[in-house]
């Protein structure tokens, strides 16, 4: 966990920030805004191709990672760039809430990824996702993942009307503390189902095993 968030701030933020500085002057805004995605898209990749098999997080990483990296390459100056990246995140935002619509959450599926990575029945372990207070946990926790991507948007286009172009930085610091903070009430979240599953689990387990 600690090796990750470590990795996770020098991908998505550290080395971002330090080739945006280094590139800007020689570069140019837009192509130093494009170069500093390099890191994260392939820290992306690199976590992707971990996992070994598609899946529903998979598919989700990847195509945000497609979506975004076009969104990028076609945005064509650097303000444009950041203006798209509000847009994309406000798409993201509303992508959430249609899962919670479709009374599909998609951290719902995404949890059911990892549980079926650990081993666990993928079938059995949805009935039990299903359960009333187990769902709404799942519901609260799309939900704020969805706020989140709407209060980025927000608070990125008060960054792009203060500093214009050199918004970028300051962004990609707000993005990974909303980032981290959601992190945390998400994982809180994954302990209180966990609690309530505690007994169940305990059956499905040593039917698996």
Request: hydrophobic content about 50%; charged content about 15%; glycine content about 8%.
């Amino acid at each position: 966990m600690r090796n990750a968030a470590v990795l996770d701030i020098l991908f998505y933020f550290v080395f971002p920030v330090m080739v945006w500085n280094y590139t800007k002057e020689p570069l140019g805004d837009y192509y130093a805004m494009l170069l500093s995605a390099v890191p994260g898209i392939l820290y992306t990749l690199y976590r992707f191709i971990k996992f070994k098999r598609i899946n529903v997080f998979g598919i989700f990483i990847i195509s945000t990672l497609i979506v975004s990296t076009t969104v990028d390459l076609l945005s064509g100056s650097g303000i444009n760039l950041l203006w798209n990246n509000v847009y994309f995140h406000v798409g993201l935002g509303g992508f959430f809430f249609i899962t919670l619509l479709l009374n599909k959450p998609i951290v719902l599926y995404f949890s059911l990824d990892f549980a079926e990575l650990q081993g666990y029945d993928r079938t059995s372990m949805k009935t039990r996702f299903y359960q009333k207070d187990v769902i709404n946990i799942f519901r609260l926790i799309t939900i704020g993942f969805g706020l989140r991507s709407f209060i980025l948007a927000g608070l990125k286009v008060w960054l792009i009307k203060e500093y214009g172009v050199n918004a970028f930085d300051k962004g990609l610091l707000a993005e990974n503390i909303i980032s981290w903070g959601m992190t945390g009430l998400c994982f809180y979240g994954l302990i209180v189902i966990n609690k309530r599953l505690q007994h169940p689990k305990k059956e499905a387990s040593s039917k698996i095993s």
